[in-house]
């Protein structure tokens, strides 16, 4: 038999209530395999089914192997040090301690400590070190991090990878797809007493798309936002940041330069206009900015695995447009301020707000509605979505275009004054 457990039509009533609909899957010898479903799915029961610890009302269920269990909530006597429950197992289990486990968990940090002394991660810790006491071919663990922060899940993790190479199976439940998406070969998912899916993380996201969905509870309600696909939207993002830190940060200092500087005689000088400067440096920085543009456009689908534009040529008109308004808005910085200090902080109180509220960070529809608004003063809003698939319209243009007249109308006064 090459499976280590196969499970039949399994079927689980509470009363009245329908707890497991006839589940069919099996779990292959050597592969960590995950329940995953919210609070109430049903990963327990099944758990305990196959483990033995809970009857059924009908299905078959064959294990082939010895078990180890970690259960989701579990006990020690109160004043039972870690190290006397591990000696007690192994007594039990008549199997030799295997030490090089238990310091990776970090159990003989803990021994002096009694039972009710140890924090919430210690006793996960402990409780699966004497899952593993046996040395099973096939572990459950029922939410085995349940509880711990960020820190504390990092040696449990580290222990499952460890059981894989040895060729041990390991059935893990879980409500946290990071954790799963981490550790797991394979996917079940439940929902409403069925699984609703069974596969790898990436047959999951090939079936459901990539879509991210943020829902927020308050006491007035709920609210549900769903966001771009990242490598869909991810070239775009990584454009407006690109282009806002070259037209904010890089173009108005040489401004600065050129027309506070020795540079300004030159031209007046041989009776060059100085307009001629700015129109220069204009076009230097976007011929710069389109070239990084497109080594993002070359380069991210094959190191981030994002999504081409579907229209490349409505794409490069919508991006020389929106590098075109935020160069002219750089200008007009360049041409205001006189000393690179205070060009500095004036370049980050346009530039920071202007890629936070622009959508390319979170969706803007989180933001509350005074800071959406602020938001779409900002060309990098309306320029991230001229570039979107299908979004090249007028609804999008419209205020870049007006924009665009607006600052070239202030840089020549400016340029005038220089003169």
């Not at 991090?145 to 460890?162: F, N, Y």
């Not at 282009?243 to 060059?272: C, D, H, Q, R, W």
């Not at 160069?327 to 890629?355: E, R």
């Amino acid at each position: 038999m090459s499976s280590a457990i196969q499970v039949r039509e399994l079927k689980k009533n509470y009363g009245s209530h329908i707890v497991l609909k006839g589940l069919d899957f099996q779990i292959e010898k050597g592969e960590i395999f995950a329940l995953l479903g919210i609070n109430g799915a049903g990963k327990t029961t099944v758990l305990e089914c196959i483990e033995g610890l809970r009857p059924y009302d009908s299905g078959t269920i064959t294990v082939n192997g010895k078990m180890g269990i970690q259960l989701q909530s579990s006990s020690l006597p109160a004043h039972i040090r870690p190290m006397e429950a591990v000696k007690l197992f192994a007594k039990w289990n008549s199997a030799a301690i295997d030490y090089a486990m238990l310091n990776a968990l970090g159990i003989k940090e803990m021994e002096k400590k009694q039972y009710t002394q140890l924090s919430t991660g210690q006793k996960r810790r402990l409780h699966l070190a004497l899952a593993l006491i046996s040395s099973p071919n096939i572990i459950f663990l029922d939410e085995p991090t349940a509880g711990l922060d960020v820190e504390g899940r990092l040696s449990p993790h580290k222990q499952i990878r460890k059981l894989k190479p040895q060729g041990k199976t390991i059935i893990l439940a879980s409500h946290d797809m990071a954790e799963v998406e981490t550790l797991c070969d394979r996917i079940a998912i439940l929902n409403n007493g069925n699984i609703a899916f069974c596969g790898t993380a990436s047959e999951l996201t090939d079936t459901v798309g990539k879509k991210y969905f943020i829902h927020i509870k308050t006491q007035q309600g709920d609210i549900t936002f769903e966001t771009d696909n990242i490598e869909d939207t991810l070239i775009q993002s990584m454009i407006v940041m690109s282009v806002s830190m070259g037209a904010f940060t890089g173009l108005p200092p040489s401004l600065i330069e050129t027309y506070g500087s020795a540079v300004k005689k030159v031209y007046k000088a041989n009776g060059v206009p100085l307009y001629l400067g700015l129109v220069t440096m204009f076009l230097s920085a976007f011929v710069h900015l389109m070239i990084t543009c497109s080594i993002i456009l070359l380069l991210a689908p094959v190191l981030f695995e994002a999504v081409l534009p579907i229209h490349l040529s409505f794409f490069f008109l919508a991006l020389a447009i929106y590098i075109i308004v935020s160069l002219s808005i750089g200008s007009i910085l360049g041409l205001i301020v006189k000393n690179q200090a205070k060009l500095t902080m004036t370049a980050q109180l346009v530039f920071l707000p202007s890629i936070m509220l622009s959508g390319i960070m979170f969706p803007s529809d989180l933001l509350p509605d005074f800071l959406e608004t602020i938001g779409r003063i900002f060309p990098a809003f309306w320029g991230y979505r001229l570039m979107l698939d299908h979004g090249f319209c007028f609804e999008n243009l419209w205020y870049l275009i007006l924009v665009f007249f607006a600052a070239a109308i202030v840089c020549l006064f400016l340029s005038r004054q220089k003169q």
